[in-house]
């Protein structure tokens, strides 16, 4: 069964820092894996996705790194803002299933 | 506009009213899945189709049914509701198969049920 997990699970930083956010799961048969934002109470919002045959994906300030042969995915935020401030999650996609990280709360302090 | 629908958005019932949310994609894809997201557990799947006709069921199927009728249409079915369904549910979509397809997935804007 694959599981994943994503830390740190909370994360406070001031504005204008860089960050990693990283995702590891167990089964590295994937499909492709896909970031997520979501805002309280709010729904998801796609930030990036990278299909299992790519290394990364670049939006923005956001660029999202995949090493399937260990496990893990980072995503990369540059010059953090204020507006960054949100749930960030890793989503791991099989052919048939789909397996989500629990997240990681980031707080962006102006 | 590509979207997945969800209704209702918000509901409140009580234990044992069966109950049915809709879930309505645009986009014709193949893929569909029901997810509930609780506090401290993350989003868990709970069914998903492949296709017309063909469901199968994620992590946490019980005390749901679904139905796949239609390629756009997938409704999760609470027959019996008990609190411990009380949660925040997201409908998704997404190609299963094509030459250029990223397979990214399309979420709804989610159904907020409350179950006393």
């Known amino acids: 069964k694959q599981e994943v997990t994503q830390i740190p699970a909370a994360l406070s930083v001031p504005e204008g820092e860089n960050l990693v956010l990283n995702c590891s799961f167990t089964d590295s048969a994937i499909y492709n894996l896909q970031w997520f934002r979501q805002d309280p109470g709010k729904g998801l919002t796609s930030l990036l996705l990278i299909q299992s045959s790519q290394r990364e994906q670049t939006s923005g300030r956001l660029n999202a790194s995949l090493d399937k042969s260990s496990g893990r995915s980072t995503l990369y935020i540059a010059a953090s803002q204020p507006g960054d401030s949100a749930t960030y999650l890793c989503a791991v996609l099989g052919y048939q299933k789909v397996t989500f990280g629990t997240g990681t709360k980031l707080q962006v302090i102006p | 506009e590509a979207q997945v629908t969800q209704n209702p958005r918000y509901l409140i019932t009580v234990t044992g009213k069966k109950l049915t949310v809709t879930c309505s994609q645009n986009m014709n894809h193949e893929y569909m899945s029901w997810y509930r997201q609780d506090p401290g557990l993350g989003l868990r799947q709970i069914y998903y189709s492949m296709n017309v006709e063909v469901t199968d069921k994620g992590d946490v199927p019980e005390g749901y049914k679904v139905s796949r009728k239609e390629k756009r249409n997938f409704p999760l079915i609470l027959e019996s509701p008990s609190p411990n369904q009380t949660s925040l549910y997201f409908c998704?979509?997404?190609?299963?198969?094509?030459?250029?397809?990223?397979?990214?997935?399309?979420f709804g804007p989610g159904t907020r049920l409350t179950v006393t």
């Open positions: 998704a979509s997404r190609v299963l198969k094509g030459l250029s397809s990223s397979y990214e997935q399309y």
